[in-house]
């Protein structure tokens, strides 16, 4: 059902997400005084901060990574050569 026929909307095909193509904005009435560059760029700025930023795949963050996964398998490897000597230990006694 559609309610009123003085409605301005803003069409935005260009929303920068894989997931969405465009997104409608209705204009409520303080925003019909706007013009439509100001219109426009109020959109986008509200937009991006719907959106998160992008993830930035940089070196750091691999060599961050990379440097985690080392101490979880050496944390791994730790505890697997506790446990072996702790068993030894126990089944000498």
């Given at each position: 059902?559609?309610?009123?026929?003085?409605?301005?909307?803003?069409?935005?095909?260009?929303?920068?997400?894989?997931?969405?193509?465009?997104?409608?904005?209705?204009?409520?009435?303080?925003?019909?005084?706007?013009?439509?560059?100001?219109?426009?760029?109020?959109?986008?700025?509200?937009?991006?901060?719907?959106?998160?930023?992008?993830?930035?795949?940089?070196?750091?963050?691999?060599?961050?990574?990379?440097?985690?996964?080392?101490?979880?398998?050496?944390?791994?490897?730790?505890?697997?050569?506790?446990?072996?000597?702790l068993l030894i230990?126990?089944?000498?006694?």
């Amino acid at each position: 059902m559609v309610k009123g026929v003085n409605r301005q909307i803003i069409e935005i095909n260009d929303t920068g997400s894989r997931y969405f193509e465009r997104v409608l904005l209705f204009v409520s009435p303080e925003g019909v005084e706007l013009s439509s560059k100001e219109l426009g760029s109020e959109a986008r700025e509200y937009l991006l901060h719907l959106t998160p930023p992008p993830q930035k795949n940089t070196l750091r963050s691999r060599i961050k990574k990379r440097k985690v996964r080392r101490r979880i398998i050496f944390a791994s490897a730790l505890a697997a050569v506790g446990l072996s000597v702790l068993l030894i230990v126990l089944n000498f006694l």
